[in-house]
């Protein structure tokens, strides 16, 4: 019975992407004389992440090992004026490697190890739609994408304050909309993503992101990042916490000077303002001040991220009126911004060390990359990771495809 539902769930989806290739067979182009061509794309992601967090308390120990497919296809309009619209429809395809159902009779009855929600049937996680446009003005580029789209269309430079890379990799789409505009010299974009509805247990979640960089000098850039979370209500948990991060920095690239692949300095200061209207009632402010060093040389890097400041998570243990912990749920970026794990309060230092290997494979459309990751809090070790990553971008193969 449960195997027929997903079939036929199947089967309607399948139904659905061969209409809308017939309807570009039969309407090639329009009364404008505008140019309707089938479009497509795909992502691939594969990760290891191997954590080793046992002298910390910030995060429990564990290994991520999954892959994720994200194949969509759709409709291209192509005007005269240069203009490009898409309307594309996905889907979202993601595995926990070893995370499949146990035998009945290897488990205790009712068990969560053998619901067969884990079968490979249920790896179809969720339906991706979305408009596209995209219009080339003189030396300015404008973008536009409304709907649930890939997260790496977002393009912007954002501290890991901001996003974890957990969440970079199991919250793969934003639901909403992102407007993109593009420089010789500059970047600037501002989304939109909706992440919870409102409901009985689900609270009403949204997020107003911006991120910005501009090249002011040969080796100096001017840049931002910022958002406003508004963490709101369900209708088991009252209260709203208004969180809001803005980190502008100063970035200075020395490679051209050097016999380098990189050679950057990012310095920036991290403001936050938060304030939990149920429970405190008034505004906090922690910040900090941050200092991202890459030295890359033979595909072989070392990357140094220092973060010496407040704790950036106040509320992270906070339990609403609920029963339920903020976590990570308010909190987006990694919970080593929260500087101490011993019950120390004031100032403190949280360091990211990563040594990784990048070789050029299938440049740009393919990213490879091998690290080790050590982290520090204070003038503790807090633990390391060992991470494999794999990014395969179809988009940016046909970009140079086609030039």
Same mark, same amino acid.
């Given at each position: 019975?449960?195997?027929?539902?997903?079939?036929?769930? #199947?089967? %309607?989806?399948?139904?659905?992407?061969?209409?809308?290739?017939?309807?570009?067979?039969?309407? +090639?182009?329009?009364? /404008?004389?505008?140019?309707?061509?089938?479009?497509?794309?795909?992502?691939?992601?594969? &990760?290891?992440?191997?954590?080793?967090?046992?002298?910390?308390?910030?995060? *429990? +120990?564990?290994?991520?090992?999954?892959?994720?497919?994200?194949?969509?296809?759709?409709?291209?309009?192509?005007? %005269?004026?240069?203009? =490009?619209?898409?309307?594309?429809?996905?889907?979202?395809?993601?595995?926990?490697?070893?995370?499949?159902?146990?035998? *009945? /009779?290897?488990?205790?009855?009712?068990? *969560?190890?053998?619901?067969?929600?884990?079968?490979? #049937?249920?790896?179809?996680?969720?339906?991706?739609?979305?408009?596209?446009? /995209?219009?080339?003005?003189?030396?300015?580029?404008?973008? @536009?994408?409304?709907?649930?789209?890939?997260?790496?269309?977002?393009?912007?430079?954002?501290?890991?304050?901001?996003?974890?890379?957990?969440?970079?990799?199991?919250?793969?789409? @934003?639901?909403?909309?992102?407007? %993109?505009?593009?420089? *010789?010299?500059?970047?600037?974009?501002?989304?939109?993503?909706?992440?919870?509805?409102?409901?009985?247990?689900?609270?009403?979640?949204?997020?107003?992101?911006?991120?910005?960089?501009?090249?002011?000098?040969?080796?100096?850039? !001017?840049?931002?990042?910022?958002?406003?979370?508004?963490?709101?209500?369900?209708?088991?948990? $009252?209260?709203?916490?208004?969180?809001?991060? !803005?980190?502008?920095?100063? %970035?200075?690239?020395?490679?051209?000077?050097?016999?380098?692949?990189?050679?950057? #300095?990012?310095?920036?200061?991290?403001?936050?303002?938060?304030?939990?209207?149920?429970?405190?009632?008034?505004?906090?402010?922690?910040?900090?001040?941050?200092?991202? =060093?890459?030295? &890359?040389?033979?595909?072989?890097?070392?990357?140094?991220?220092?973060?010496?400041?407040? /704790?950036?998570?106040?509320?992270?243990?906070?339990?609403?009126?609920?029963?339920?912990?903020?976590?990570?749920?308010?909190?987006?970026?990694?919970?080593?911004?929260?500087?101490?794990?011993?019950?120390?309060?004031?100032?403190?230092?949280?360091?990211?060390?990563?040594?990784?290997?990048?070789?050029?494979?299938?440049?740009?459309?393919?990213?490879?990359?091998?690290?080790? $990751?050590?982290?520090?809090?204070?003038?503790?070790?807090?633990?390391?990771?060992?991470?494999?990553?794999?990014?395969?971008? @179809?988009?940016?193969?046909?970009?140079?495809?086609?030039?």
């Amino acid at each position: 019975m449960l195997l027929s539902r997903y079939k036929m769930k #199947l089967l %309607k989806y399948i139904s659905f992407l061969s209409a809308l290739l017939l309807s570009v067979q039969a309407h +090639s182009k329009t009364k /404008d004389h505008a140019k309707v061509s089938f479009a497509y794309d795909v992502d691939f992601q594969m &990760q290891f992440d191997n954590r080793e967090f046992y002298r910390s308390a910030f995060t *429990p +120990s564990m290994t991520v090992f999954g892959a994720r497919l994200t194949p969509s296809v759709g409709l291209a309009v192509r005007q %005269k004026n240069g203009a =490009v619209h898409k309307l594309m429809a996905g889907i979202d395809v993601m595995k926990d490697f070893g995370n499949s159902p146990v035998s *009945p /009779d290897r488990a205790d009855a009712g068990s *969560p190890e053998t619901d067969p929600q884990l079968s490979n #049937l249920n790896l179809f996680r969720e339906l991706t739609m979305y408009y596209s446009l /995209d219009r080339q003005m003189g030396k300015t580029g404008v973008s @536009l994408v409304a709907g649930i789209f890939p997260r790496r269309l977002s393009e912007g430079n954002y501290s890991r304050a901001f996003f974890s890379d957990s969440l970079r990799f199991y919250d793969n789409n @934003l639901e909403g909309l992102l407007v %993109k505009i593009h420089r *010789p010299q500059a970047y600037y974009e501002v989304g939109c993503d909706w992440m919870g509805m409102y409901d009985t247990f689900r609270r009403e979640r949204f997020m107003i992101f911006s991120s910005g960089e501009a090249k002011v000098a040969p080796v100096l850039s !001017l840049g931002y990042s910022a958002y406003l979370y508004h963490y709101s209500c369900s209708r088991t948990s $009252i209260g709203v916490v208004d969180n809001v991060l !803005l980190n502008p920095y100063l %970035k200075f690239g020395f490679e051209h000077l050097v016999d380098m692949q990189k050679l950057s #300095l990012r310095l920036g200061w991290l403001q936050a303002m938060q304030n939990d209207r149920e429970l405190v009632g008034k505004y906090v402010f922690p910040g900090g001040a941050e200092l991202d =060093v890459e030295v &890359q040389k033979w595909n072989v890097g070392i990357r140094n991220e220092l973060f010496y400041g407040k /704790d950036m998570m106040p509320y992270y243990s906070t339990v609403d009126p609920g029963g339920y912990t903020y976590g990570n749920h308010l909190y987006m970026g990694s919970p080593f911004y929260r500087v101490h794990d011993d019950g120390t309060t004031g100032p403190g230092i949280s360091d990211r060390l990563e040594i990784y290997y990048a070789p050029k494979i299938g440049t740009p459309y393919l990213d490879f990359r091998i690290s080790a $990751i050590f982290h520090f809090n204070g003038n503790r070790y807090s633990g390391c990771r060992q991470m494999v990553s794999l990014n395969f971008n @179809l988009q940016e193969l046909l970009k140079r495809t086609r030039r």
